[in-house]
């Protein structure tokens, strides 16, 4: 009996992929590179189902129908090149090598253009959902070699994710790294998401003093509404979960959170693309600050600030406050990690369907939302949309958000409580709204130290002039261009 797909590596998630597949139907060949993994995972879960397992990749190769389809689940970086390199050798032309771990997109685009010349197809799919996901259908994001999307089709769209109307949560994103990168865009959302909500608990918790059974409710109620999301569902659960003494477990996790670089990726890219990705870089830096756990104990014993006092106001108006501002935020995170999307397609040539990236987001991955819809909808009315803040359903949510959102922001300043994703999603709110920044004492100040030059409002844009500011400097200005 020949397998149809191929697996190697069976972590968490490598494991829920394969009871996944052979639940479809699929006949599913797996290695590990500790092979007594594979022994163990064929005498526990994976016993008396139709998964064959081998203990080299040599063998897993001639266990596997043609073209072969080998899907890896290894740790991003060199292990993902160690583990094609073993490989390629026990493969033929026309294979698929199918990558789905966090990879950087830059590095499957590197292997997409190598194993083609080599006459292998290579596919870098983002895999979405966790453990749960996993098992009972995540959100797949492939791309890479086309040619290899209609012989992976029927098994990445049998094991994915479906929602209420019965879309799939899978479909073909785009040429060599687009898979990845839209990934990499997902998990910067998602490290928004989750930043966002920790900062809105920080505030129930320090500033209105909520017992975490308060706080679950209050997530609970959220959760039917606008803010209908899969990490608002979770945290209503995390705050309700209590130890072994009946005392709430969240209290006793250290405040100290992990990253594993899809987020520090993501910001990279829009350093390098130029897009504003204000939330999701705070996110990302407040993890850096949340590591820094000893330095910070010193710091609170030394620096100034306000006393963070028992709320006076109307407690429910604020609560309702808090969740306007949740909303409002996350439509900004959401926005800029289009933006970035949409920069990147133009740089790759990649043709993505805004919209369709909507819908593989709406069930299975850890950012599902109610409103995911309501983004496929925008782009389907407007395919060339710049900014998702000027779709009219988002323009007037946010409108109506807006008071909400700055009363949080003011009592935050005012009692001491850090929420820089909150903070950085209404500045880049009142940026893009904003007409005329003061960008232009910036350009003046460049030109002035170092004759960078300047476009003028009274003149058309694209000339540009230099100023002898002080009187003994020289006319020569120096070349314009943006890094």
Same mark, same amino acid.
């Given at each position: 009996?020949?397998?149809?797909?191929?697996?190697?590596?069976?972590?968490?998630?490598?494991?829920?992929?394969?009871?996944?597949?052979?639940?479809?139907?699929?006949?599913?060949?797996?290695?590990?590179?500790?092979?007594?993994?594979?022994?163990?995972?064929?005498?526990?879960?994976?016993?008396?189902?139709?998964?064959?397992?081998?203990?080299?990749?040599?063998?897993?190769?001639?266990?596997?129908?043609?073209?072969?389809?080998?899907?890896?689940?290894?740790?991003?970086?060199?292990?993902?090149?160690?583990?094609?390199?073993?490989?390629?050798?026990?493969?033929?032309?026309?294979?698929?090598?199918?990558?789905?771990?966090?990879?950087?997109?830059?590095?499957?685009?590197?292997?997409?253009?190598?194993?083609?010349?080599?006459?292998?197809?290579?596919?870098?799919?983002?895999?979405?959902?966790?453990?749960?996901?996993?098992?009972?259908?995540?959100?797949?994001?492939?791309?890479?070699?086309?040619?290899?999307?209609?012989?992976?089709?029927?098994?990445?769209?049998?094991?994915?994710?479906?929602?209420?109307?019965?879309?799939?949560?899978?479909?073909?994103?785009?040429?060599?790294?687009?898979?990845?990168?839209?990934? *990499?865009?997902?998990?910067?959302? =998602?490290?928004?998401?989750?930043? $966002?909500? #920790?900062?809105?608990?920080? %505030?129930? @918790? &320090?500033?209105?003093?909520?017992?975490?059974?308060? *706080?679950?409710?209050?997530?609970? =109620?959220?959760?039917?509404?606008? $803010?209908? #999301?899969?990490?608002?569902? %979770?945290? @209503? &659960?995390?705050?309700?979960?209590?130890?072994?003494?009946?005392?709430?477990?969240?209290?006793?996790?250290?405040?100290?959170?992990?990253?594993?670089?899809?987020?520090?990726?993501?910001?990279?890219?829009?350093?390098?693309?130029?897009?504003?990705?204000?939330?999701?870089?705070?996110?990302?830096?407040?993890?850096?600050?949340?590591?820094?756990?000893?330095?910070?104990?010193?710091?609170?014993?030394?620096?100034?600030?306000?006393?963070?006092?028992?709320?006076?106001?109307?407690?429910?108006?604020?609560?309702?406050?808090?969740?306007?501002?949740?909303?409002?935020?996350?439509?900004?995170?959401?926005?800029?990690?289009?933006?970035?999307?949409?920069?990147?397609?133009?740089?790759?040539?990649?043709?993505?369907?805004?919209?369709?990236?909507?819908?593989?987001?709406?069930?299975?991955?850890?950012?599902?939302?109610?409103?995911?819809?309501?983004?496929?909808?925008?782009?389907?009315?407007?395919?060339?949309?710049?900014?998702?803040?000027?779709?009219?359903?988002?323009?007037?949510?946010?409108?109506?958000?807006?008071?909400?959102?700055?009363?949080?922001?003011?009592?935050?300043?005012?009692?001491?409580?850090?929420?820089?994703?909150?903070?950085?999603?209404?500045?880049?709110?009142?940026?893009?709204?904003?007409?005329?920044?003061?960008?232009?004492?910036?350009?003046?100040?460049?030109?002035?130290?170092?004759?960078?030059?300047?476009?003028?409002?009274?003149?058309?844009?694209?000339?540009?002039?230099?100023?002898?500011?002080?009187?003994?400097?020289?006319?020569?200005?120096?070349?314009?261009?943006?890094?």
């Amino acid at each position: 009996m020949k397998a149809d797909i191929g697996l190697i590596g069976l972590a968490v998630m490598g494991e829920n992929l394969v009871l996944n597949m052979e639940s479809k139907g699929f006949t599913v060949a797996v290695f590990n590179r500790t092979t007594s993994k594979v022994d163990e995972f064929l005498s526990g879960r994976g016993a008396g189902k139709k998964i064959i397992g081998t203990h080299s990749l040599e063998e897993l190769a001639e266990k596997l129908s043609k073209p072969r389809k080998v899907m890896m689940m290894v740790k991003a970086g060199q292990a993902v090149d160690d583990t094609i390199a073993q490989l390629l050798s026990h493969l033929d032309s026309g294979d698929i090598v199918i990558d789905g771990g966090n990879s950087n997109y830059e590095d499957t685009m590197r292997r997409a253009k190598d194993l083609e010349a080599k006459g292998f197809l290579f596919v870098g799919s983002g895999v979405s959902g966790g453990e749960e996901g996993a098992l009972n259908g995540p959100s797949l994001m492939p791309g890479g070699s086309t040619a290899a999307w209609p012989q992976i089709k029927p098994i990445f769209q049998a094991i994915s994710a479906k929602v209420e109307d019965g879309s799939l949560c899978c479909d073909w994103v785009g040429s060599d790294g687009a898979g990845h990168f839209v990934k *990499m865009v997902h998990n910067g959302i =998602e490290y928004g998401d989750m930043q $966002l909500i #920790s900062e809105v608990y920080q %505030i129930m @918790r &320090d500033r209105l003093r909520m017992s975490e059974d308060e *706080m679950s409710q209050v997530f609970a =109620e959220w959760d039917k509404g606008d $803010l209908d #999301s899969y990490l608002v569902e %979770i945290t @209503r &659960d995390i705050l309700k979960f209590k130890d072994e003494d009946g005392k709430p477990l969240v209290g006793r996790i250290l405040d100290t959170a992990g990253q594993k670089g899809t987020g520090k990726w993501a910001g990279i890219a829009a350093l390098n693309f130029g897009v504003p990705l204000t939330l999701i870089g705070e996110s990302v830096f407040a993890r850096c600050l949340s590591a820094a756990k000893d330095d910070r104990v010193l710091a609170s014993k030394t620096l100034a600030g306000p006393a963070v006092k028992p709320f006076s106001g109307d407690r429910k108006t604020f609560i309702a406050d808090l969740g306007a501002a949740l909303y409002a935020a996350k439509v900004v995170s959401y926005a800029q990690g289009y933006l970035l999307m949409e920069e990147a397609a133009k740089e790759h040539g990649w043709k993505l369907d805004f919209g369709s990236i909507a819908l593989l987001w709406r069930g299975g991955c850890i950012i599902r939302s109610a409103f995911l819809g309501r983004i496929k909808e925008a782009f389907d009315a407007d395919p060339s949309l710049r900014n998702l803040l000027l779709a009219p359903f988002f323009t007037k949510k946010l409108a109506a958000s807006q008071t909400s959102w700055r009363r949080v922001i003011a009592e935050c300043a005012l009692s001491g409580i850090p929420a820089p994703s909150l903070y950085a999603a209404l500045s880049y709110y009142d940026g893009v709204r904003t007409a005329s920044l003061p960008a232009n004492l910036i350009q003046a100040q460049r030109d002035y130290f170092g004759a960078h030059t300047y476009e003028r409002t009274d003149r058309p844009r694209g000339e540009f002039h230099h100023t002898n500011w002080t009187g003994h400097g020289g006319s020569t200005a120096a070349s314009t261009y943006n890094v």
